[in-house]
Structures are given as structure tokens and as C-alpha cells.
């Protein structure tokens, strides 16, 4: 099957650092990624949704300048975190769908953020 | 908007037993709806995804319907398993667009 991969797959930090995770899609090219963070004990909640070349759609809520998504080709989008805070710790997951497929996203195994 | 709910939060049964995890949504104009499998601090493992012209997939010991007019999927799992343990969602995704709507998850405990 289809494989996300995500980089790094923890991360620490200190407060006010910026943070860049990778999502790679190995085996297949992605149109559409997904970025989705997760709580504790909560669900998957997205955060935005990045398109090959174009702007990525956030969804209410998420501050686009905080949070800066590229996508700059079919196999790779970036999700940076800025000046990040205690309060940005959580589980970043993204995932991607396949270009011309049908509508099925494949998950990357996420990356966890610690703020300190 | 779409609404997902889970029920029950959480659920622990010795192994060897069937058990039905359910799921819910507010509106049935879906595309397609879907259960994943997630372990502790990992990401998601689709296990089944059924369109919204299907009533129901099986992969194994898994099987999952869809009942689209009443809003329900149920995920059975037959002769559950301590390797079983895990948190399960379920995501709906929507006619208009890419994006999936998840539940707030069912964690399973099967015990040995």
C-alpha cells in the first residue's frame, strides 16, 4: 500500500523556536496533503489542507503565520511551526491522497512536538 | 456541520469476545466513511473504508457496516484479541470536499 512518511518523529524544543516537520509520500504523488494535530486522548482535528504549488486552506481557528505549510511538489510538504509555545505541544500528523485517485488519505505515522 | 460521535469512550473486555464499536453522524451526505486503527503515540492504520453506495466491508476478523440514511456505522470485531488494543476511529468524508471528519475514538482494552 501507499506510505507517508514523517520527519522527525519526535521533536524537542525550547519556547520561541521554530520547528519544521517533513511529510513524504514514498511511493505515490500527492495532490492534496493534510495536516492534522491531535491532543491528548482527543481526535485528529485539521488544520489545514495544502494543494502541489498553491496556497494551503486553513481551516478555522488555525493561524496561518503560526503555522506555515508548503507544498512544493507531489511528494513532499512541510508544516512549520513559528515561535512555537508550550501550548503548540501536541502529535502533528499529516496525510496525503493519492493524485487521480479516489478519495482515500494515507496517514503518516506523526511527529511529536514538545515545547519546553 | 458534520458531527462524529463515538460511543462508547472506552471499552475493556477479556479477550475472545465479540464486540460492536459504534459510530454516528449528523449529516448523511457522505462520500464515504472509514475506520482507522490507532496504537499509543502512533499514527493511523485504515482498516476498512466503505463508499456510501456500500452497507458493509470485512477484512478478517473486522467487519464494518453502514447504515448512511440513519447516520450509523458499526465496526464488529469477532474473537477480539489482547493485539486488538488500540484506539479506534472512525472518519466520515463529506460529498462537497477532501476533508474527513473524525470521531472522537473508542480506546479498546482487550485483556488477556
Known amino acids: 500500500g501507499a506510505v507517508v512518511s514523517q520527519h522527525p518523529s519526535r521533536v524537542i524544543c525550547k519556547s520561541g523556536t521554530s520547528v519544521k516537520i517533513e511529510c513524504r509520500s514514498l511511493d505515490f504523488q500527492a495532490t492534496t496533503m493534510f495536516w492534522y494535530r491531535q491532543f491528548p486522548k482527543q481526535s485528529l482535528m485539521l488544520m489545514a489542507t495544502?494543494?502541489?504549488?498553491?496556497?494551503?486552506?486553513?481551516e478555522q481557528g488555525v493561524e496561518k503565520d503560526k503555522f506555515l505549510i508548503n507544498h512544493a511538489s507531489l511528494t513532499l510538504s512541510t508544516l512549520t511551526v513559528t515561535s512555537a509555545h508550550p501550548e503548540d505541544s501536541s502529535f502533528y500528523i499529516c496525510?496525503?491522497?493519492?493524485?487521480?485517485?479516489?478519495?482515500?488519505?494515507?496517514f503518516g505515522p506523526g511527529t511529536r512536538l514538545t515545547v519546553l | 456541520k458534520q458531527e462524529v460521535t463515538q460511543i462508547p469512550a472506552a471499552l475493556s473486555v477479556p479477550e475472545g469476545e465479540n464486540l460492536v464499536l459504534n459510530c454516528s453522524f449528523t449529516d448523511s451526505a457522505i462520500y464515504n466513511l472509514q475506520w482507522f486503527r490507532q496504537d499509543p503515540g502512533k499514527g493511523l492504520t485504515s482498516l476498512l473504508l466503505?463508499?456510501?453506495?456500500?452497507r458493509e466491508q470485512t477484512s478478517g476478523r473486522l467487519n464494518a457496516s453502514l447504515d448512511k440514511s440513519s447516520g450509523r456505522s458499526t465496526l464488529y470485531i469477532a474473537a477480539s484479541q489482547p493485539g486488538d488494543s488500540a484506539t479506534y476511529l472512525c472518519a466520515v468524508r463529506h460529498n462537497a470536499g477532501n476533508m474527513l471528519t473524525f470521531g472522537g475514538g473508542t480506546r479498546l482494552m482487550v485483556k488477556p
Open positions: 496525510s496525503a491522497r493519492l493524485a487521480g485517485g479516489r478519495y482515500t488519505q494515507y
Open positions: 495544502s494543494n502541489e504549488g498553491s496556497k494551503a486552506t486553513y
Open positions: 466503505i463508499q456510501s453506495s456500500q
